[in-house]
Nanobody, 127 residues
Framework: QLQLVESGGGSVQPGGSLRLSCAVS????????IAWFRQAPGKEREGVSC????????TLADSVKGRFTISRDNAKNTVYLEMSSLKPEDTAVYYC????????????????????WGQGTLVTVSS
């Protein structure tokens, strides 16, 4: 059974950095596109970044361009989200997700396109 487990969240001051990890089990991660989403209190879940099965990445949120980088380590079956120059508005629960099905190798921007989700990891940016 495909499972995703996020880690690496925590509290950081504005301008700081964090690296989130998404460990995939029950499947070979490089076969799937893997996306990062986030959900702030009272807001809808939004796409942050996605990496296709080919390794090509797509930024889903303009607000993180130039600050967040997605990467994958196929040997570890893990996808990372490197976050720098963090802002208070980046505060959210961050989730990784896989679509599944015949489109699983391709990224999509809508949360409704994804069928497999991790439990989330909380990132808090505050002084």
């Amino acid at each position: 059974q495909l499972q995703l487990v996020e880690s690496g969240g925590g509290s950081v001051q504005p301008g700081g950095s964090l690296r989130l990890s998404c460990a995939v089990s029950g499947a070979t991660s490089d076969y799937h596109a893997i996306a990062w989403f986030r959900q702030a209190p009272g807001k809808e879940r939004e796409g942050v970044s996605c990496i296709h099965s080919t390794g090509v990445s797509t930024t889903l949120a303009d607000s993180v361009k130039g600050r967040f980088t997605i990467s994958r380590d196929n040997a570890k079956n893990t996808v990372y989200l490197e976050m720098s120059s963090l802002k208070p508005e980046d505060t959210a629960v961050y989730y990784c997700a896989i679509r599944g099905g015949f489109l699983t190798r391709y990224c999509a921007g809508s949360p409704s396109s994804y069928n497999f989700w991790g439990q989330g990891t909380l990132v808090t940016v505050s002084s």
